[in-house]
């Protein structure tokens, strides 16, 4: 059975290219770079021409760019050393929709004596910056709100948001983990502090991802210990990974407009084509400001985990928002936060493109999946109902 | 992604007795949807007051609907009595068992079938004296929470959510369910019964089938004989309706092995012969 990947938004795929570019690092070219002789001399080589690689696809400096392991190091680096380095305020200021990196990291830190303001969010799933301006206090050291939410695609206004932490004298980071490769990127003109990146989200292998650091910026290492990232992040470096990296990179600044046009036309045509087709059904999420992959849509009256696994049996693989799925009980903290009602919460279903994905898939997905929501409706204790009280209407 | 065995697997792709029975002899409805998952329970009963018919309607995950798939399996062909000896872990044994974090699955469908008996016998189902919301966020009571842990032998807060759902919501009733544990688990156990010599434990069988059993039976047409005991192997053979029906053998497991397990020691199984 063919694979149909649309859980983008989980983890993609390692393009090609990259892949090629990582191999001969690990049995060839496996020196470490720190070392004196060149044959570890010219991985570090290849570990600037990454960091340039980098920098370029989100407009910032190669000194700006230290490599991390992950999204959520990243993440925890910037707020730890957002609070390190201002020891004497305890403030920050999050969303209630942020990825569990930032949420669990503050809901931790509340316990340690810092106080967590988590901005609500309205029903489109978008921020008041109003009321982000009234909540930053002499005592905020850090505002860390998200670019592109992973579960909706809605984007935040974030610089916008880090002029006005600037405004007050606060630090702002932002999770770009989603937003990277998949909308234009440009840290010279804006004033965001740090920004987090995951190398997996974007064609490069799991294991690797970037915090930029604005040159000027403070900053206290997470990890301690070599000199590695200019004393900002110890560690011998995931030579390949971050070789890695860099290529899907250059490949991600490469197929930006491709993200905005094709993947954003496929995304718009599963969307459209699945509400026409299903009834009582709808999108979550700011229609307008949102990444051009994702599709969050919520099948009313049935449950995300059995809507994924009938999927799973034709070989289409998304995600769902449900309680089953979230791993708590719950259905998931950014509907909760956006008040989608239950009925619909338990039912979302979010798909997430790539550049990989085809029209042809699209259409499977499109022509398959009125039959597996009607599937579980009709044995849905709610459905029969619900049916009857719209006839009355 | 959950590691469901196959045969909850199969039951969630080829769900049996969807749907609903019209003018049912019972009823029941449990969960919301605000929960995540619910579940509709019809069932109907034969001129020998057996179920012989059983549907479901079920919003919830795989595993709820596999659960509710394999209850109507279960209960079909036993009286209202055997289907109500059907516990949660029966439930879950029959899909060849649940992860932990989906053992509510299986409680659900207990709770609907203990409701579809009360609506059929006319009782009212009222909440349970003096019990008190223990969890806000799935509406849990400390009664149901007491049950769960003495019924499936509970030991963690974690074990109480995922077998009532109890505490998965904010989680500030966590102090509070600790507490119920402690304190159902200073309960004194049930006295170990005390060791029966032979004959007494054969006249104990005797008496329990006498009284407890053959009574039932024979309300439906049935009987059996004792036609063997062999140290906690009792041998008998069936009568009457029941050495026809193709649900005896449930009957035998279900009913009449549970109250003797019950009355003489956990330890009695029965065995079929035929003579």
New interface residues.
Partial sequence: MKTIYLDNNATTRVADEVLETMLPYFTQLYGNPSSMHSFGGQVGQKIREAREQAAALIGAAPEEIVFTSCGTESDNAAIRSALQTRPDKKHIIISRVEHPAVRALCSHLSLQGYKVTELPVDRNGLVDLENLENQLTPDTAVVSLMWGNNETGVLFPVEAAARLAHEKGVLFHTDAVQAVGKIPINMANNPIDMLSLSGHKLHAPKGVGILFIRRGTKFSPYLIGGHQEHERRGGTENTAGIIGLGRACELAGRNLEKENTEVRRLRDKLERELLKKIPQSRVNGDIENRLPNTANISFE??????IL??MN?LGICASSG???TSG????SHVLRAMGVP??MA?GSIRFSLSVYNTEAEVDFVIEKMPGIIERLR?????WKQAGQSCNVQ | M?DYTDKV?EH??N?RN?GEIENPDGVA?VGS??C?????LTFKLDENKRITDARF??????S??ASSSALTEMIKGLTVDEALTITNQDIAKYLGGLPDE?MHCSVLGKQALEKAVENYRGVLPAPEAGARIICE??GVTDKEIERAIRENNLATVEDV?NYT?AG??CGNCHEAIAQILERVKAEPKTQAAPRLTNLQKIRLIEETIEREIRPSLRKDGGDLDIIDIIGNRVLVATRGACATCKAANITLKHFVEHRLKEMVSPDITVEEVSQ
């Fill in positions: 009256y049935v449950e995300g985990e059995a696994l009938l049996e449900s309680a089953c708590s009980l719950q259905p239950f009925t338990h009709e044995m849905s204790p709610f | 959950w697997k969630f792709l769900p969807v409805e949807m605000a995540g998952d619910a579940l509709k309607k079920t919003f919830g995950c795989a709820a609907i989906k966020c799935f959510t759902k998965g919501g």
